[in-house]
């Protein structure tokens, strides 16, 4: 079974901090993504990459910036957490390129960031 | 990006089939059909997908339209373990997932 875990399940921070939230998928996907989750407003994109080293910026890039050094790993960075960043975080890898018709997308359980 | 319309809520009652509905009528001639579901508290897992033809996997079956305007998930004897909220996403060749707010499914005892 694919298997894409985020490092932690809660987290509380405080504002101003900067805030590492990890994704380790062990499926060898070439596509990994990384989706807030609020009440009201479903699941939005925040970035995705395609290849190591790569990324894209999704519909809400702002405050957020991404890294993936290795293939497996694909990290979110909150430089200076805010209130309005307070959500459930999801991380989602997928086996093919963008193009590909049949590009499902695997997701971890999920990180609930509380920023106070 | 084609959008999606689906109920906000729907009851089944356990060992019945439920049938959840899905009207995407802007969809283009190479866009697929996703299913996915939200179980409370866990992140969303994939169902089913298709793109013309009618579907079925060991999780749930799928019926599209002819003109491919809309779409229909059939899961066959649901469970209390169903229950969950479902989300029909079209996806387009640019390959992003765009969940709308999905149908909250309740399955009774």
């Known amino acids: 079974d694919v298997k894409v875990t985020q490092s932690s399940r809660y987290l509380v921070k405080r504002t101003g901090e900067k805030v590492f939230l990890e994704c380790v998928q062990d499926?060898?996907?070439?596509?990994m993504f990384w989706y807030r989750q609020d009440p009201g407003l479903g699941l939005r994109l925040i970035y995705f990459?395609?290849?190591?080293?790569?990324?894209e910026k999704g519909d809400i890039p702002e405050g957020y910036s991404v890294s993936r050094e290795k293939k497996e790993r694909f990290s979110l960075i909150l430089e200076s957490a805010s209130t309005n960043q307070t959500s459930m975080y999801l991380c989602a890898s997928s086996p093919t390129g963008l193009a590909g018709a049949k590009n499902i997308q695997y997701f971890g359980a999920g990180t609930r960031l509380s920023v106070l | 990006d084609a959008k999606t319309t689906q109920p906000p809520s729907m009851d089944c009652a356990e060992g019945r089939a439920a049938n959840l509905p899905c009207n995407h009528s802007t969809i283009s001639g190479n866009e697929y059909v996703y299913w996915y579901r939200q179980i409370h508290s866990q992140g969303p897992q994939y169902i089913i997908h298709g793109l013309k033809n009618n579907e079925t996997n060991e999780m749930a079956s799928l019926i599209i339209t002819e003109d491919r305007k809309s779409s229909t998930l059939i899961l066959p004897h649901a469970t209390l373990r169903d229950t969950a909220v479902y989300y029909c996403i079209v996806r387009s060749q640019g390959g992003k997932l765009i969940f709308g707010q999905g149908t909250e499914l309740s399955v009774k005892p």
């Open positions: 990459s395609y290849d190591v080293k790569m990324k």
């Open positions: 499926m060898d996907h070439e596509n």
